[in-house]
Nanobody
Framework: QVQLVESGGGVVQAGGSLRLSCAASGVTFGEIAMGWFRQAPRKEREFVASINWSGVDTYYADSVQGRFTISRDNARNTVDLRKRRLKKEDTAVYYC????????????????????WGQGSQVTVSS
């Protein structure tokens, strides 16, 4: 059974930083890509960032490029999202996602075919 458990959400002031973590179990973590999505109130879930199986290739949405950094630790089965210079529009529930097992761990496939989801972690950016 696949489980993705996010942690690290909370309330942060605009301009501040926050780190989200996701712990995975029930998957061959070192063979799949991982990613983060978010869903703001009254909006659809959107892609934020993804990382390939080895951690070498990363992919970001334009809205977070240069401010967010995704990384992974295959020894600990974790993927992190470090967020800097946060804006009010970054307020959302952030979801960890695992890519499909048949995609060779390609970072782009998490965006198009997320296979598993975490329960979500609320991030609120205050002014």
């Amino acid at each position: 059974q696949v489980q993705l458990v996010e942690s690290g959400g909370g309330v942060v002031q605009a301009g501040g930083s926050l780190r989200l973590s996701c712990a995975a179990s029930g998957v061959t973590f070192g063979e799949i890509a991982m990613g983060w999505f978010r869903q703001a109130p009254r909006k659809e879930r959107e892609f934020v960032a993804s990382i390939n199986w080895s951690g070498v290739d990363t992919y970001y949405a334009d809205s977070v490029q240069g401010r967010f950094t995704i990384s992974r630790d295959n020894a600990r089965n974790t993927v992190d999202l470090r967020k800097r210079r946060l804006k009010k529009e970054d307020t959302a529930v952030y979801y960890c996602a695992a890519g499909p097992g048949d995609a060779g761990g390609n970072s782009r496939t998490v965006r198009s075919r997320p296979a598993h989801w975490g329960q979500g972690s609320q991030v609120t950016v205050s002014s």
